[in-house]
């Protein structure tokens, strides 16, 4: 009996985990800081505040990691109402883009600055959901959880935005036809919020304190002045930041092209979503061949400069200016930027000590949230200046650069 006592609060705990990630996966997807905010933006012509907004999410979330330790230690063993405040957060910021794009007054500022609000409560969020699920569930439950979070939520943002889709089609105006996707996925974060409640406590450690930025600067540095794997890694790391912000800009040319189309930007959000539930396959089984977290890069890289490719082509090709081929652009950019950090991690694990991991990868993270803000303003201004196609042709050639820069990644083995 008290076995079966015990499973049945395991199982009521995953449920409740399950349901908390499911919304908030579907959440995040519809009202993607990288698709669907750049895509809205764009259709004001703000271009290069457009680009800035994943950055300023990176920034966010680079803070947010930084301060997670401060909050989660003042929360005791209430880490699942962090959870729940930080979900909640994230859908109020939503709130606010949407009545912005509603109104078509002050896009640009409000935003960008819900995009660096939305960073610092992801970068919270995701050291919280962490420490719940290790207190909550086995080894065994949390692996099953993280990869059933992300199918069921992707699932459920398809399916919202496919029966939205009728709806957006009888809209007037090419700003509200879109704003309908930030409604929902403000009631996904907020149902989130509400389901993390009832997670419950958790079992508190011994508090430890919060890691200064500057203590993770001075070893990072020192790891990449003595550590050549770690400079290969950092360099890399850098390289691969344009397939990260791939999908913002081929948003601002799919905004440019499609954007007074009724239902364009659900078609967009549907193929990012089936994105994601493919490269959750693809590249499982790639890293359990024996090219590793090699092959992922250099499939990621390769992947993503298709992805360029392709939207160049409709640019060049008036048959190719298609929304469903956008779609596939931005199918494939999910795909490609999926691979990332699950490689970054698995290369970090295959050299660093337990002991190190932390430092060297949030030195790798604020390096990496540094040129993405650079290089997003550079090329959010040169669509503003331009054309939106210009940033693309340049991140077609930066990616045949890291796929090129990936040959050196490792394998599965410990090579030096």
Not at 93 to 116: D, M, R
Not at 211 to 228: I, K
Not at 237 to 261: C, D, E, N, R
Not at 302 to 324: E, F, N, R
Request: glycine share 8%; charged share 10%; net charge positive.
């Amino acid at each position: 009996m008290a076995a079966a006592a015990q499973l049945h609060k395991r199982a009521s705990r995953y449920r409740t985990l399950l349901a908390h990630g499911t919304f908030y996966t579907a959440g995040v997807q519809l009202t993607n800081v990288s698709a669907v905010l750049p895509f809205i933006c764009a259709q004001q012509g703000i271009y290069w505040a457009a680009g800035l907004l994943y950055p300023a999410f990176s920034v966010g979330a680079i803070f947010g990691n930084s301060i997670s330790s401060f909050i989660l230690n003042l929360s005791r063993r209430r880490k699942h109402l962090v959870l729940a405040a930080t979900a909640l957060t994230m859908s109020a910021t939503i709130v606010c883009n949407a009545i912005a794009a509603q109104t078509a007054l002050l896009i640009a500022s409000v935003f960008l600055t819900t995009s660096l609000i939305a960073g610092i409560t992801r970068g919270i969020s995701k050291v919280a959901l962490s420490e719940v699920v290790s207190s909550k569930l086995s080894e065994i439950w949390r692996a099953d959880l993280v990869l059933n979070q992300g199918a069921f939520g992707s699932i459920l943002a398809i399916v919202t935005t496919l029966l939205l889709l009728p709806m957006a089609t009888r809209r007037d105006g090419a700003l509200t036809r879109h704003v309908d996707l930030l409604w929902l996925g403000a009631v996904g974060l907020a149902v989130a919020g509400v389901a993390a409640v009832f997670v419950g406590p958790v079992h508190s450690p011994p508090q430890t304190a919060a890691r200064r930025f500057r203590d993770t600067y001075r070893e990072g540095m020192a790891a990449v002045r003595a550590d050549q794997w770690f400079r290969r890694y950092a360099i890399t790391s850098l390289l691969f930041v344009p397939i990260s912000l791939g999908t913002t800009f081929y948003s601002l040319h799919a905004s440019a092209q499609h954007g007074g189309k009724a239902g364009s930007l659900h078609v967009l959000v549907v193929f990012a979503s089936i994105g994601l539930i493919l490269g959750s396959f693809l590249w499982r089984w790639v890293y359990r061949t024996r090219f590793g977290v090699r092959g992922m890069l250099v499939l990621s890289a390769l992947i993503g400069a298709t992805a360029a490719l392709i939207c160049i082509s409709a640019q060049a090709l008036h048959g190719w200016s298609q929304v469903w081929v956008h779609g596939i652009v931005f199918l494939l950019a999910a795909v490609a930027n999926q691979a990332i950090l699950t490689a970054g991690i698995s290369w970090v694990n295959i050299y660093a000590a337990d002991y190190q991991r932390t430092t060297l990868f949030g030195f790798a993270a604020v390096v990496v949230a540094m040129e993405t803000s650079l290089l997003g303003a550079a090329l959010g201004v040169l669509a503003q200046k331009s054309s939106a196609i210009w940033p693309v042709t340049i991140l077609f050639f930066l990616n045949l650069i890291a796929a090129i820069a990936a040959l050196r990644a490792p394998t599965r083995s410990y090579t030096h």
